[in-house]
């Protein structure tokens, strides 16, 4: 962050951001995908988190059957990928997190969370995990986007939300088409790899800066606040 920011709200992801998720997700789609004969690797699920279901399934079709799923072939698995990780512990929160967002309240910024998930149990658990941090009122999830990341429509609808300009917000996102999508909406945009993925994935992606924990962007996090005021 520079000098022609002016820092007052930071958007957070929620699967891979806020809560240990994604090995979960990981699982069930593997599992899922591979009872019905396709073919896809768990690391998969961190390069397309993000995507609609739909978008994942038939990314996997196009490749072993050269067509997309059927509708119903889509809803089935989904159903099915739903259960499997409902099958799993509830996600606890990223290790590391509650620091950082202690720090942020502390300083007064805004917190909002931007995700793609529409599972609202989670959604319901942002508040008891992180107490006085998250109300519903500045999250924008599944159920207010239409398109989803990459595209930079649910970043667009936070600034919007939150009343705010690009330059007076920082996404933090631990995927590559999140990473994209708050690139495409003009916000200066912190990748933490909490994943299995090369972090090059994610500076490929666009991100203005890469921490490799959680812990780590919030050992960082007072000096980046104080280049941004
Ligand atoms: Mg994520």
């Known amino acids: 962050m520079n000098h022609n920011h002016h820092l007052k709200a930071v958007l957070f992801d929620m699967d891979g951001v806020l809560f240990n998720s994604m090995p979960y997700h990981a699982e069930a789609w593997y599992s899922t995908l591979k009872n019905h004969g396709l073919y896809f690797k768990p690391e998969e699920t961190y390069l397309h988190e993000g995507r609609t279901a739909a978008g994942t399934i038939n990314i996997v079709y196009q490749r072993q059957y050269g067509k997309d799923a059927t509708p119903e072939e889509v809803r089935q698995l989904y159903a099915e990928k739903t259960e499997a990780f409902g099958r799993h512990p509830q996600p606890l929160p990223i290790e590391g997190v509650s620091e950082l967002l202690e720090q942020i309240k502390d300083e007064g910024l805004m917190r909002m969370v931007v995700t793609g998930s529409g599972q ?37 609808m936070a600034l919007e939300k939150g009343g705010l300009q690009p330059n007076e917000a920082v996404v933090i996102e631990n995927a590559p ?19 299995p993925l090369d972090g090059q994935v994610l500076l490929d ?9 959680m812990q780590a962007l919030s050992r960082d996090w007072k000096k980046l606040y ?4």
């Open 120 to 156: 609202n149990d989670l959604l319901e658990r942002l508040i008891h995990y992180f107490p006085g941090m998250f109300t519903r009122d500045r999250m924008i999830t599944a159920f207010e986007t239409k398109i989803g990341k990459p595209n930079p429509e649910p970043y667009l």
């Open 226 to 229: 104080e280049s941004s005021q």
């Open 205 to 213: 992606a666009g991100a203005d800066l890469l921490f490799p924990s």
């Open 177 to 195: 088409l999140g990473v994209q999508s708050g690139v495409a909406a003009g916000i200066f945009t912190i990748a933490v790899n909490t994943g």
